[in-house]
């Protein structure tokens, strides 16, 4: 029971870290494929990319019980 315990934690974290990842990469496309630049919001699209992350994680816990 402790382990996974544990192992829930641990997916928050990375559900947040691949949710900054998954905000970065998407704003870092679109200013690829727009030609413009964009390095102003990085800062909000990784942040949303957090949050979105987090309401994942929160979703999938309430959806295994």
Known sequence: ????K????D??????VLGGIAG???????????NTDTT???G???FLGV????LWDISDKLNRD
Do not use: D, E, Q
């Open 1 to 4: 029971m402790k382990g996974n």
């Open 6 to 9: 544990r192992r829930i934690k």
């Open 11 to 16: 997916s928050t974290s990375i559900s947040a």
């Open 24 to 34: 970065w990469s998407v704003n870092f496309s679109l200013s690829i494929i727009n």
């Open 40 to 42: 102003h919001l990085y």
């Open 44 to 46: 909000i699209s990784i």
């Open 51 to 54: 949050i979105v992350g987090l």
